[in-house]
């Protein structure tokens, strides 16, 4: 069964940091594009980062831009969201999908419904 669990989420302070990880089970995310998105109380969901199959193509949505930094270990199934200097507004559940692509893809999307695979999500809040 096809299944991507995320982790890494807690409680952080203004300026922080913390490291989400996005682990795929039941399949190899060689084959998939990644995207990260988060959804906010009361806001609709929104993309955060994606990343290619091939990690070659990576893309940040404006108020992550040099904050946030995506990378993928496709040895370990694994796909990363590094977060810096984290701000009350990233507050959200955050939330990894994956999307089918040719072995070697540029492609990635921050468009929710461009991806086939979710996972339950992980909290992220940032308070002082």
């Known amino acids: 069964q096809l299944q991507l669990v995320e982790s890494g989420g807690g409680l952080v302070q203004p300026g922080g940091s913390l490291r989400l990880s996005c682990a795929a089970s039941?399949?190899?995310?060689?084959?998939?594009?990644i995207g990260w998105f988060r959804q906010a109380p009361g806001k609709e969901r929104e993309g955060v980062s994606c990343i290619s199959n091939s990690g070659s193509s990576t893309d940040y949505a404006d108020s992550v831009k040099g904050r946030f930094t995506i990378s993928r270990d496709n040895a370990k199934n694994t796909v990363y969201l590094q977060m810096n200097s984290l701000k009350p507004g990233d507050t959200a559940v955050y939330y990894c999908?994956?999307?089918?692509?040719?072995?070697?893809?540029?492609?990635?999307?921050?468009?929710?419904?461009?991806?086939?695979?979710w996972g339950q999500g992980t909290q992220v809040t940032v308070s002082s």
């Open positions: 999908a994956a999307d089918p692509r040719p072995v070697g893809s540029s492609w990635c999307s921050a468009q929710l419904n461009d991806y086939d695979y």
């Open positions: 039941g399949f190899t995310l060689d084959y998939y594009a």
